[in-house]
């Protein structure tokens, strides 16, 4: 596993960005893909956007397509997730996790790491 660190979350009104980054704590080769999720309260975790990390082939959740854009920067070993456009219903705990492995990445269970998470509040 890798340990996953975080930046970029707080609070914006409804239409403003954010900017997401996420980096392993350690320079690592082996991994395959990194996502996003988030979790609001009372809610269960859901998919947000994932990038394969040598192809960089992305994946967004229907409700932030258009909206959010998923990012690698593999001389940085970091990955970004550029919110526009942010809604009140986009407020979340967003975590960023990665898998090692080859293999799917659309699924919480595909991935074997997390972050500790952000938080994103968007105000009306």
């Known amino acids: 596993q890798v340990q996953l660190v975080e930046s970029g979350g707080g609070s914006v009104q409804a239409g403003g960005s954010l900017r997401l980054s996420c980096a392993p704590s350690r320079r690592t080769f082996s991994i395959y893909a990194m996502g996003w999720f988030r979790q609001a309260p009372g809610k269960e975790r859901e998919f947000v956007a994932a990038?394969?990390?040598?192809?960089?082939?992305?994946y967004y959740a229907d409700s932030v397509k258009g909206r959010f854009t998923i990012s690698r920067d593999n001389a940085k070993n970091t990955v970004y997730l550029q919110m526009n456009s942010l809604k009140p219903e986009d407020t979340a705990v967003y975590y960023c996790a990665a898998r090692s492995p080859p293999g799917p990445y659309l699924s919480r269970s595909d991935f074997g790491s997390w972050g500790q998470g952000t938080q994103v509040t968007v105000s009306s």
């Open positions: 990038i394969n990390w040598s192809g960089g082939s992305s």
